[in-house]
């Protein structure tokens, strides 16, 4: 029974990694490679979900009376491709980011807006 | 014609926004822009209209039925968001021209309106459509054209408050994707009549109650409920004046739109609120959430991100209305949801004004400005009484309502908490009127001027409708009402 899961297994591991790559990396580039696995992972698990016990593809075939389910795989088309528009557009900021900030490292962002910061204030 | 005004307005500004780059001339775009978006206005006053009427409509995509096609549904609830979205969306970029001139190069125009439009868009698919699928990839829509929008600010700051705004709205974003397909493996369904149906029976499930904790998690990151708001005050902050005024009118309420859909129609009053203690969550995270943010305001120097936090903090008064859990309560979170968004578009539009003539927005250099700008800086006060809940305006509507709710059902507490959070609002309105007021003009600086009237004519229109709704409240309370029993099952 929990073996058998084998796939949801990994869909929840790679969910996991790629929750704490966003979390605890302060690269921008790795904190986007984390968001991207733990996008994928989601992918992952809609297209098991649509699996079907000894299921073809759902293409209509000759002697073929058993089918995949096709619609989580469609849905899962149009989220693989919002995941890469957001992989794009995040890429696109690091990229504004570097060029005004020098950096890509979180904490020494940071340190730069604090100065601005207390700049401005006083 | 008249049947097809449901997706007219998801499909005209999704269509335009491409036409834009084709007449590419600053001018001509913005004018383009603002007749969409007055037709998208008009449109959806039409709609509520048909509501109001004749009950629900049901618009069904391609005419193919509705479990397998997507269907447009629009009852009084989704009508009123529409309004809302629309009227301000138009209001707000009629000051647009003005404002991005100054903060926006030349270049960056057409990809401004463009961006602006996709967004608008994005919310009305979310808000018009029955189909929990066709949501997540509106909701994508939107988010990613207002992280765009967010990073045209001029401050280099904008462009690292638009990269955390992209990481927390994805991975909200990715929640609610999950919640989805946890829901579809139980049920087999998108549609969200068709799942509401099918949900009662499997609903003491696990996987049921997954996909309901991933759901409530990832629209409460959408919506900015303490303490999952972080993302928003420096997004707010340091956007361009005319994207923080639309944004903070309107993105918070789509996602406050999706917590009452998901919990009201979808998974049904009765296992939203017995399942987990959700009451008594929203409850506390909403009063803590008012307390830490208005405190938080109280102590910044930058006046956008004072009202952010103030942002923060009516989050928490609507949450705190839906967390009440009578039809009372409903009501006044859809009117403060109605009443939040004409305040924050009035007075974040007033200090896009403001940004126009002196260029900043910190508090140090509103000195003086109560005699240079009377316009302005009358309006900001208006805005902040709004914003208090003094009587007149329609701060004190949905604010009256949400006390009368919490005392009908004997939470006194909470109505004391809520008034005492009033209080807080008082402190940091008035540091802004002290030193607009009562202090002179900034030494060295030339003398400035009132705005131009493109940018007072949307602020005190929208500023007038803060006090026109405060005193004539037979729309929004009506509508609110309407939309309230309707959630609750309670014929009128």
Known sequence: MVLGLYNYWIVVLLMMIGFYIVIAHGNLIKKLVGLTIFQTSVFIFYISMGNVDSGSAPILAEGVARYSNPLPHVLILTAIVVGIATTALGLALVVRIKESYGSIEEDEIQIQDQLTEDKTSC | ?492
């Open chain 2, 1 to 492: 014609m008249l049947a097809h005004l449901p997706i007219l307005q998801v499909i005209v500004p999704l269509m335009a926004a491409p036409l834009c780059w084709f007449l590419n001339r600053s001018k001509l775009v913005w004018l383009f822009a603002l007749l969409v978006s007055a037709f998208t206005c008009l449109n959806s006053i039409f709609l509520l209209q048909q509501v109001m009427s004749s009950g629900t409509i049901i618009y069904q995509l391609g005419g193919w039925d509705a479990p397998w096609g997507i269907e447009y549904r629009i009852d009084e609830l989704n009508a009123l968001l529409l309004l809302i979205i629309s009227a301000v969306g138009t209001v707000v970029l009629f000051a647009a021209h003005t404002s991005i001139q100054k903060e926006l190069a030349e270049d960056r125009h057409t990809l401004f309106y463009s961006l602006y439009l996709l967004s608008i868009t994005g919310m009305f698919g979310i808000v018009s459509t029955g189909d929990v699928f066709n949501v997540f990839v509106f909701l994508e829509i939107s988010s990613l054209s207002a992280y765009a929008l967010i990073a045209l600010g001029k401050d280099r700051r904008a462009l690292w408050a638009a990269y955390q705004y992209l990481i927390m709205g994805t991975i909200g974003a990715t929640f609610i994707l999950i919640g989805i397909g946890l829901l579809y493996q139980m049920t087999g369904t998108l549609n969200m009549a068709d799942l509401a149906n099918r949900l009662a029976e499997v609903n003491q499930t696990r996987t049921v109650f997954a996909a309901f904790a991933f759901l409530i998690v990832g629209v409460c990151l959408k919506l900015a409920l303490f303490p999952l708001h972080l993302w928003l005050p420096n997004a707010y902050a340091y956007a361009p004046s005319i994207v923080t005024a639309f944004l903070a009118a309107t993105a918070t309420k789509v996602a406050v739109y999706l917590l009452i859909r998901f919990s009201f129609t979808v998974f049904g009053i009765e296992f939203s609120f017995s399942t987990l203690p959700l009451q008594s969550i929203f409850m506390v995270l909403g009063l803590v959430g008012i307390f830490a943010a208005s405190t938080a305001a109280i102590y910044k120097t930058n006046v956008k991100h004072i009202f952010a936090y103030s942002s923060i903090a009516q989050v928490g008064y609507m949450i705190i209305g839906y967390a009440i859990h009578t039809s009372t309560g409903l009501m006044a979170t859809l009117l403060h949801l109605f009443n939040h968004a004409l305040m924050k578009s009035a007075l974040f539009l007033a200090l896009g004004a403001v940004m126009y003539r002196i260029g900043s927005v910190q508090l140090s250099q509103f000195q003086g400005l109560g005699r240079q700008m009377p316009l302005t800086m009358a309006a900001i006060v208006v805005g902040g009484l709004s914003l208090i809940g003094v009587p007149l305006t329609v701060g004190f509507v949905s604010k009256w309502y949400l006390l009368v709710a919490a005392v009908e059902v004997g939470m006194w507490p909470v109505a004391v908490l809520v008034l005492l959070g009033s209080l807080l609002a008082v402190l940091y309105i008035w540091r802004i009127v002290e030193i607009a007021y009562f202090k002179p003009p900034l030494p060295g600086r030339e003398a400035v001027q009132e705005a131009p009237w493109t940018f007072l004519a949307p602020i005190w229109a929208l500023v007038l409708a803060n006090i026109y709704f405060g005193i004539d409240t037979r729309l929004s309370v009506q509508v609110a009402q309407a939309a309230s029993q309707s959630l609750f099952g309670i014929n009128p």
